[in-house]
């Protein structure tokens, strides 16, 4: 039973292109994140849901779309995708009270 | 706003010697985690400190918190191949109370 489970686990696009992400997490954790690891592994906050609810919205372009349709879920939406996109992406999930965040395995996005 | 930096960030050593990776912060923390992450792998959550000075073990890894809560160090004793990866701290502090990433330590064991 995977805990935090993302698709796709890898996605090559064309720039212009819109695209995607899934994560779901049967944990019943209350918050939710999508990280950006690049090519150099800095690993960036991009977006914090707590509860369905918008908690963290860093400085990323508005291109870039989250959506937590329940707490179970949250999903992130690229429009017209750049070169610069390209990275791993992450999701993550912690509780309240616990320690650490539990990681999904990772979407590698790559625009050619 | 808040820097988390690491040191180094690349260490290449023999199977059986020590490792030790330096986490610092830019502000105090209210807590700080350790992450590993395999090669081609997702991070994975080690342990968590919240007491200054603190000193946690978990088997041959000993983590540490500083005594001003601004820096943590996490030390391996007789590396073996498994531990390749990289090693991230992870702090919270500041006027968010965000969890900010480390830079990362790349560890790399020959055999």
């Known amino acids: 039973d995977t805990a935090v489970s993302q698709t796709p686990k890898y996605l090559v696009t064309q720039m212009g292109n819109d695209k995607s992400i899934k994560c779901e997490q049967n944990l019943g954790h209350d918050t939710m994140y999508w990280y950006k690891q690049d090519s150099k592994k800095f690993l960036k906050i991009m977006f914090s849901y707590n509860n369905k609810e918008l908690i963290i919205n860093e400085t990323v372009p508005n291109r870039f779309s989250p959506k937590s349709p329940d707490k179970a879920h949250l999903n992130l939406h690229i429009n017209s995708l750049e070169l610069g996109d390209s990275a791993v992406y992450f999701c993550?999930?912690?509780?309240?009270?616990?320690?650490?965040?539990?990681f999904g395995s990772g979407t590698r996005l790559t625009v050619v | 706003g808040q820097q988390v930096m690491q040191i180094p960030q690349y260490q290449h050593v023999q199977e059986g010697e020590d490792f030790t990776t330096y986490c610092n912060s830019s502000t105090t923390l209210s807590n700080i985690q350790w992450y590993k992450q395999r090669p081609g792998g997702h991070p994975v959550f080690l342990i968590q400190?919240?007491?200054?000075?603190e000193v946690k073990k978990q088997k041959r890894l000993t983590f540490q918190f500083g005594e001003a809560k601004k820096n943590s160090s996490l030390h391996i004793t007789a590396t073996q191949t498994t531990d390749v990866g990289t090693y991230f701290c992870a702090g919270r502090g500041g006027a968010t109370n965000k969890l900010i990433f480390g830079t990362g330590t790349l560890l790399a064991v020959q055999p």
């Open positions: 400190l919240v007491k200054s000075g």
């Open positions: 993550a999930s912690s509780g309240t009270g616990r320690y650490g965040y539990t």
